[in-house]
Every structure is written in structure tokens, then in C-alpha cells.
């Protein structure tokens, strides 16, 4: 059981690792606001 609970998350660090990074390089990126809507509660 701990071990599930260890690959859920680190697949969400993964995701929003890869989220950061996508948007600090490219903030411009459609697909990432599109797949975030709280980023567009943000704005």
C-alpha cells in the first residue's frame, strides 16, 4: 500500500515539475493553461 501511495506521488511532483518548467521556459503555452484551469482562476 505504501508503495502505490509513493508512485502517486511522485507522478504528481513529475507533473507539476514538468508544468513549472514548461511555463518558465515557455509561458506562453496553450496546452499547459488548457490542462490547468486554476491557472486561469489565477489570472
Not at 25 to 42: A, D, F, G, Y
Request: aromatic share 2%; net charge negative; hydrophobic share 55%.
Amino acid at each position: 500500500m505504501r508503495i502505490a501511495i509513493g508512485v502517486v506521488v511522485l507522478l504528481v511532483t513529475l507533473i507539476c515539475i514538468t508544468v513549472y518548467m514548461a511555463q518558465a521556459i515557455q509561458p506562453e503555452i496553450e496546452t499547459t493553461v488548457e490542462i490547468i484551469p486554476s491557472e486561469k482562476l489565477n489570472k
